[in-house]
């Protein structure tokens, strides 16, 4: 079992950057898929990047392309979201989750996740 803390969200003005992290308990961090969600209210959850355990596969939602960089430090236990050049539609709870498969992109197919962080951008 993995327990997972979430850090590093708050407001920001649209155009601003944030980097959210996310701690794991454990020494078989490196066993897990990881992934971040987001959810806005009024909304459904949407998977907003996943890395594979080695972290040489990874996946984005196209809404965050090339302004969102997910990465993992496999000494550190921790997972990270780097987010550019963020928008008012970026507005969320954003939560880390780990997978027992190698690499998923669904949050149905994970099954540990973190209590989340709220992440504001005003225009």
């Known amino acids: 079992q993995v327990q997972l803390v979430e850090s590093g969200g708050g407001l920001v003005q649209a155009g601003n950057s944030l980097t959210l992290s996310c701690a794991a308990s454990?020494?078989?961090?490196?066993?897990?898929?990881m992934g971040w969600f987001r959810q806005a209210p009024g909304k459904e959850r949407e998977s907003v990047a996943t890395?594979?355990?080695?972290?040489?596969?990874?996946y984005y939602a196209d809404s965050v392309k090339g302004r969102f960089t997910i990465s993992r430090d496999n000494v550190r236990n921790t997972v990270y979201l780097q987010m550019n050049r963020l928008k008012p539609e970026d507005t969320a709870v954003y939560y880390c989750?780990?997978?027992?498969?190698?690499?998923?992109?669904?949050?149905?197919?994970?099954?540990?996740w973190g209590r989340g962080t709220q992440v504001t951008v005003s225009s």
């Open positions: 989750a780990a997978s027992t498969t190698q690499w998923a992109v669904s949050g149905t197919n994970y099954n540990y």
């Open positions: 454990g020494r078989t961090f490196r066993w897990y898929g």
């Open positions: 890395i594979s355990r080695s972290g040489e596969n990874t």
